[in-house]
């Protein structure tokens, strides 16, 4: 229902339906009634998850609700990728997975694999309407594989390919803003790598785990997951491959982010400086375990939580840095759109319009599909064209779905 309204309409919106005044709300924030009255205004942009989710559980609203859903996918009506027919396929009793089961022979350990490195490359690449295709059937295959190899070794594969696909069922569910669905994705995925006891699943999927209470607003939660995923490996494993590597070091970045989303800087700082060192282990930037891990994407999370704690000078050192625009060049996609994101909404704080603007557009062509569904980027194109009668501007807003 509020979908059409901003950002500020939006806290309006709820805090109107909460029977609040604007004071009292203020009060309850801890922050001014100037401070609110320019939020609901849209005179103020509210970039850090930390007060949107402070915003939220103030109002009673999941935060998904405050920001507004994501505009993910193209309707089309062939369209095969649909949350219900993913729902099915997660669904553990086979008379709830309607017909997606019959007729489906047992797949081999051998594609299994195959169709979990697609669906995350999918995922990496951006292009979410053809992973909503594929999931369904990767979902099945994956389960029908488990419950057809029950000792052995092919019991091991077919439960990694189970909890891997379920994780980026989870990781993807997000995206679209269904929350409650990718946690029932991620919690049988935890289950399945739990069981199979190879800790570099473990440590992907706890990232999974912590990524999905990043987008509930569990940001404590998500910060405990991490640590005890950290302490249950020793230091002699996660430097024994450049798999343990990169999980254990990725799963710092998500940490640092939920730290910086609890408001604890020195633990996001200790958390980025542990990325640092198992980045500066491995040595260059990889993708094992589909996690783009590497010194790169260490830099990448270090301006999202300079943002995150809404330091822009900080933020603005980094990004105008020499070569800091080719940084994320050789990473898949998805790390590319967010880091170009994230130097537009850093130039959007500091008031520099034609350099926020660049960035915005950059993104946006590197990945339509991400950036048209992220809310950081549609706030800001709506920001943007306010400042400006510049018709580009205006036009990428549309695009965006800032603007009619």
């Known amino acids: 229902m509020t979908d059409h309204l901003t950002f500020g309409q939006r806290v309006r919106f709820y805090r109107e339906r909460r029977e609040l005044n604007r004071q009292e709300l203020a009060e309850l924030l801890g922050r001014s009634q100037d401070w609110l009255y320019r939020v609901e205004?849209?005179?103020?942009?509210?970039n850090s998850i930390r007060t949107r989710t402070d915003l939220a559980d103030v109002?009673?609203?999941h935060l998904e609700d405050l920001q507004g859903s994501p505009a993910l996918l193209e309707d089309h009506a062939n369209d095969q990728g649909?949350?219900?027919?993913?729902?099915?396929?997660?669904?553990?009793?086979?008379?709830?997975?309607?017909?997606?089961?019959?007729?489906?022979?047992?797949?081999?350990?051998?594609?299994?694999?195959?169709?979990?490195?697609?669906?995350?490359?999918?995922?990496?690449?951006?292009?979410?309407?053809?992973?909503?295709?594929v999931l369904p059937g990767l979902l099945a295959d994956t389960r029908l594989a488990l419950h057809s190899h029950r000792t052995g070794r092919e019991q091991g594969k077919a439960?990694?390919?189970?909890?891997?696909?379920?994780?980026?069922?989870?990781?993807?569910?997000?995206?679209?803003?269904?929350?409650?669905?990718?946690?029932?994705?991620?919690?049988?995925?935890?289950?399945?790598a739990s069981e199979l006891g190879d800790p570099v699943v473990t440590l992907a999927v706890r990232r999974g785990v912590a990524h999905v209470q990043l987008g509930a607003g569990l940001a404590e939660e998500a910060v405990r997951v991490t640590q005890d995923a950290a302490n249950d490996v020793s230091a002699a494993w996660w430097r024994s491959s450049?798999?343990?590597?990169?999980?254990?070091?990725?799963?710092?970045?998500?940490?640092?982010?939920?730290?910086?989303?609890?408001?604890?800087?020195?633990?996001?700082?200790?958390?980025?400086?542990?990325?640092?060192?198992?980045?500066?282990?491995?040595?260059?930037d990889r993708n094992d375990m589909w996690t783009s891990f590497g010194p790169a994407n260490v830099e990448i999370h270090r301006l999202a939580t300079a943002l995150e704690f809404e330091k822009v000078d900080e933020a603005l050192a980094l990004v105008t840095r020499p070569q800091a625009g080719r940084l994320a060049a050789g990473l898949p996609v998805e790390r590319q759109a967010r880091f170009r994101l994230d130097m537009a909404r850093t130039y959007g704080e500091a008031h520099r319009l034609d350099d926020a603007l660049t960035h915005l557009k950059r993104a946006f062509r590197t990945a339509p599909e991400q950036i048209r569904a992220h809310g950081f980027a549609?706030?800001?194109?709506?920001?943007?064209?306010?400042?400006?009668?510049?018709?580009?501007?205006?036009?990428l807003a549309v695009r965006l779905g800032a603007m009619k």
């Open 41 to 46: 205004t849209d005179r103020l942009p509210v």
């Open 59 to 61: 109002l009673r609203v």
């Open 82 to 133: 649909s949350v219900p027919a993913i729902r099915a396929a997660l669904m553990q009793s086979r008379r709830l997975s309607g017909n997606l089961f019959d007729r489906r022979e047992v797949p081999r350990l051998e594609r299994i694999q195959v169709e979990v490195d697609r669906a995350w490359t999918l995922y990496q690449g951006s292009e979410y309407a053809r992973l909503g295709e």
């Open 159 to 192: 439960r990694r390919g189970f909890a891997l696909a379920l994780h980026v069922t989870a990781v993807y569910l997000r995206k679209l803003g269904e929350t409650n669905l990718a946690w029932t994705a991620i919690d049988q995925g935890d289950m399945a």
């Open 242 to 284: 450049p798999e343990a590597v990169s999980v254990y070091g990725t799963l710092f970045l998500g940490g640092a982010i939920a730290a910086a989303r609890s408001g604890d800087r020195a633990l996001s700082s200790e958390m980025l400086r542990r990325a640092q060192e198992a980045a500066d282990r491995l040595g260059a």
């Open 378 to 395: 549609r706030d800001l194109a709506r920001r943007l064209a306010k400042q400006t009668r510049r018709r580009d501007v205006h036009e």
